[in-house]
Every structure is written in C-alpha cells, then in structure tokens.
C-alpha cells in the first residue's frame, strides 16, 4: 500500500480556470468539487484543501470531459487568479529566459511539487516538467504534467506572440489511445515513452527580444513577488535560487560564485555568506549541477565528450572523465552506453 498523501492544505490553482476548462469540455465542475468535499466560498481569496481531494478532483474532471481533452483545456485556459503581481512581470520580461523564472515562484505558492527545468544543447532548449509527490507514483500524475506543460506552452506563445515556439513535444508516458490529438493540440510531433516531459524549442528563442526592456518595471514586479511570497509565508532557500540559476544559465557552470551571485543580483559575500548559514558550499551544489547537466547530456549522442567537457567548464575530456568517476562511480563513456544500450 502506498503511503498517503500529506493532509496539509494546498492552494487550488486557478479554479476559475477550472471552471472555464469544465465548460470547454462539456460538463459542470460544481457537482466535482461538491464530491470530493471542495466549497469555493468567496472567490476573492484563494482556495485550499487537502492534496487528496484536489488530485481526486482532477481524476474526476478527466474522465467527465467530453468534447475536449482536460488537461489541456485547463491548460491553455488557465490564467494567475489571485496573483496579479505574476501578471505584471510576465508583461515586463524582455526575454522567454526571464519568464522562465516564474516556474520557481509559482512552485512556492501554487505546485509545490512541481519543478520546472530548462536544459540547453546545441540548437535546442528543453523545458521540463518534473512532478515529485511524497510518497505516490509519478506515472499517477501524468494528466497533471500535461496540464503544466499546456500552461507553459501557452504561456510562451502568448510572450512570444507566436504560435510557432515548439519543434516538438516530448512525453514520458505511454502512447494513449488516440495520440493525434496531443500532436493537433500542440501542433508539433508529439513523441511517448521518453525519459522526461518536455516542450523542445529552438534555443534562440530564450533570449531573442520581446519587449521595450524597462529595468525599471521588471524591478518592481520582482519586488512585489517576493513581498507577496513573504506575505504568503513561503520561504526562500537560497539553496534552490543557486540550482535555479545553474539550470537555467549553464554558462554559470563555467564561472565561479561571482558571476552566479551577480545572476541573482547578490553581493558574491552575501551569497557566500548565506550558503554558510545553510551549511552548504558553492562548489557542492555546482557539482552536482554539473553532474545533473552531464547526465543529460550524455544521453544524446551526438554530442561529444569533448563538448560536454568543454560546456561543464573542464579543462579537457580527461579532468572531465575524472570527476564524473567521482560523482557516478563510472566512466562517462560506460554511462552514456548503459542508458543508450
């Protein structure tokens, strides 16, 4: 039997989104959230409830939907209700790398099993959509990592102002029964039984302008998020912020803590000295970015041990061969061939 999940609420997201993709999709939400114990009772604040009832709320929404897949209505429906401050940096980002901050915001107050990753090689960027629920199977949550990655998507085409950011869509389940309609809704080659959920896109589009840039505005909004985080009684790991950036900036695996101190608009000392107060040190969580990137790396082929090396920042492939024996306890050749086998 498998481990139950905690009882501590958790915010329902966008319920008038839920609402709106119910109506899409042909049915009424009201008599789910009624069954599962959920009373929306003023809609001016954010709803709670119990991390059971909110997935077994879902469950239900996907098998009553008729006309449209759920998951994907909710998605491209699905709007920051109660969280103007999300809005207002989205419209001041310059840059889809920039919004791509917003992932660890949203985890702190609305998914906090959500993790949302941005991988980068050769022509192409990866967005990954990561779900870790305690104690539960990841392959339960399937439809919700499809509402994450219809979100996303739209999100970025609505930033972009264009339909066409996607090459392809890639997904860690089985092919479900009718796969032309993932490949319709998301316009792209949709591809199964992959070893993460990803949205592909053309790198050049994370940092190509979308915006007059205005410092100014995009300051404030950072502002206003982190006051609403605090209101919300999030707490900020500065821990987290450091992976964050080495995920989304891998050129920081090549620098040092200055420039990823500069990255999250911190004095080197001051990040220095609140990684002490965690009783962590830079270079251990550089590691084991570098290791995580290595990996991911590793499993494309076409990609050279010496442009692996040479994008963790290694002196050569034979420093590089060194310090992935320390971390995995193999070569990364005999690696690359065991998960390619």
């Known amino acids: 039997m498998q481990p139950r999940?905690?009882?501590s609420p958790v915010p329902v997201p966008a319920l008038a989104s839920w609402r709106q993709a119910a109506s899409v999709c042909g049915f009424t939400i009201d008599p789910?959230?009624?069954?599962?114990?959920?009373?929306p009772h003023d809609p001016q604040v954010p709803l709670r409830v119990p991390p059971a009832s909110l997935f077994k709320a879902f469950s239900m929404c996907v098998e009553r939907a008729r006309t449209h897949h759920f998951p994907f209505a909710l998605g491209e429906n699905f709007v920051f209700e109660h969280f103007a401050e999300f809005d207002?940096?989205?419209d001041s980002c310059t840059t889809l790398r920039e919004i791509l901050e917003l992932a660890g915001w949203a985890r702190e107050v609305l998914t906090p099993w959500m993790n949302v990753r941005l991988d980068e090689f050769g022509a192409e960027a990866h967005v990954r959509v990561v779900m870790t629920v305690p104690g539960q199977d990841p392959r339960e949550f399937c439809h919700v990592r499809e509402v994450l990655l219809a979100?996303?998507?739209?999100l970025l085409r609505r930033a972009a102002h264009s339909a066409h950011v996607l090459l392809s869509v890639r997904m860690a389940g089985p092919a479900p029964a009718h796969p032309e309609k993932y490949t319709e809704h998301f316009g792209v080659?949709?591809?199964?039984?992959e070893d993460a959920d990803a949205l592909v896109?053309?790198?050049r589009w994370l940092d190509q302008p979308l915006n007059a840039p205005l410092p100014q505005a995009l300051t404030e909004a950072r502002q206003r998020i982190e006051r609403r985080l605090s209101q919300e009684g999030a707490e900020r790991h500065i821990v987290?912020?450091?992976r964050w950036a080495l995920e989304r900036r891998p050129e920081l695996l090549r620098e040092g803590l200055e420039a990823t101190a500069a990255a999250l608009g911190l004095h080197p000392r001051t990040l220095q000295r609140r990684l002490q107060a965690d009783g962590v040190k830079y270079v251990d969580i550089q590691s084991e970015a570098k290791c995580h990137r290595a990996q991911i790396m590793l499993r494309r082929r076409a990609i050279s041990m010496e442009s692996i090396s040479a994008e963790l920042g290694f002196s050569d492939r034979r420093a590089f061969t060194f310090a992935f024996k320390r971390w995995m306890g193999m070569s990364p050749s005999v690696y690359r061939t065991s998960i390619c086998a």
Request: charged fraction near 20%; glycine fraction near 4%; aromatic fraction near 6%.
């Open 240 to 242: 987290d912020e450091v």
């Open 5 to 7: 999940l905690s009882s």
């Open 88 to 90: 207002a940096f989205l």
């Open 32 to 39: 789910v959230l009624r069954e599962v114990g959920i009373n």
């Open 201 to 203: 896109m053309d790198r």
């Open 151 to 154: 979100a996303i998507n739209q």
């Open 189 to 193: 080659p949709v591809t199964f039984n």
